[in-house]
């Protein structure tokens, strides 16, 4: 998956922008995300419901995959599986 | 790369500071505050730093790049937080390119169209512009209303010396809560106990111009009762600063729009790179790139200066003013009422009324400006320190303990 990639969940209104990925399927409320919403949405798992936070980052435990919330949802991201997690809040925005 | 500094030869006046001593001494007229030189307060980080001009690359710490795009356009970057060089393979879609390496950089941004790297990168949260925008949003918005001070018997409490929470962090937002000190306020300066202002640190002598004076108050946002002291201590406030995106906020547990609508006569500055509502209140926006997307480096290039940075993260002293001259409009007015001020919007302004003012004049600074690459920020008044400039956290007890206590 190639960075700057443009993500929809399938199950909420969750959309990412890709900062970092591998050859893992991207979820979102338990199902795969893809470039494109389908015609159908899936159904939210329950596993995967607490929702996305607008401008977070969200990494797995390797570091091996990073994603911006660029669109608040529902559903809660995962790589095949597993929970993606907020990672550390940036410092203020600054100014020079 | 930096270029050959002449420091013999000091640079010409920085462009817009006449626009900026306009509006203080309108501001000295009005309001009282005590006269202060506008290029002073435009130049004087730059004077007492040491700051070179240097084209395309940022005078002083040299944080942000202006960079030829594929479609011959200029794309202006800020890279000041390493977290933000994460963020460069979503931005150029490309996983290889070095993003610790600004000629690696430059040649990627060479690859793409101008429009393309400043909308991704205000979606990824980057600090960006284009050398041929125009502004999102106007300088001043006037945004949530709330009671007036005086009610409607005007029996409500008057204060001797009005109270301003200055919740901002860097240059701009201090800025017009050191003016606001000057002009006769009481200042208290709140800071994050995680992430505190780090022109403490970076850059001591400017934090003690624009902080002196200032009470600090160290604050938890993790602790829900040092939180929830905080509010209180805004409820009662007559001004409050925030140079802070709206998510970030509400995610701190502060609500500006209802603390505006039920506090009579607050005024709220929210200072913005890019305006303060709609999509904009999202982007990123700092001193040097708002200039740019303010259309001031067009302006230059217009004028016969070439590409290149005009002054010292320009749009920071800029707004500063101008957030310090609505707050006290504002205050006078006994309206409580949330306002809007985006740094890009702001110096459009200011070039525009320039422009109008004077169009042969700033054309000819602007083009002196660009010429002087490798001279030295111009010599300008030094300002005598007048206030204490306090210990961070050393007020806490004193504003705070109140309320936690209750």
Redesign the interface.
Known sequence: M????RLKSAACDTEV????AAEGQIECGGAPMAETKPADPAPLAADFSAGT???KRYIDADGKY?L?C?KPGKGSLGVDGQALVVKD???????? | MSLQADLSVAAPAIPLARWADRQLRAMHATYGLPRIDGSALMGERGDHGGYVINGTTSAGIGGSRLMRTKDGGWFALTLIREIDRELLPALFGDAAVNCDDWTAIAAAVLQHDCADLVRVGRVLGLPVAGIDEIPASPAIQFMQRGPNRYGPNKDGPIRQKPLVIDLSAIWAGPLAGHLLWQAGMEVIKVESLTRPDLIRRDDPATFERINQGKASVLIDFADEGQKAALVSLIRGADIVIESSRPRALRQLGIDADALVETTPGLVWLSITGHGASGEPANWVGIGNDCGVAAGLTRAMADAGGGIGYVGDAIADPLTGIVAAREGLAAYQRGTAIRIGLSMSGITALALHEEQKHDRAMIDSELRAWGLASGCRFPPVSRREIQGTLQPIGADTERYLGAFERC
């Open positions: 190639k960075p700057g990639t922008m890709v900062i970092r936070l607008m401008g990073e911006l660029v809040a940036k410092p203020l925005p600054a100014s020079d």
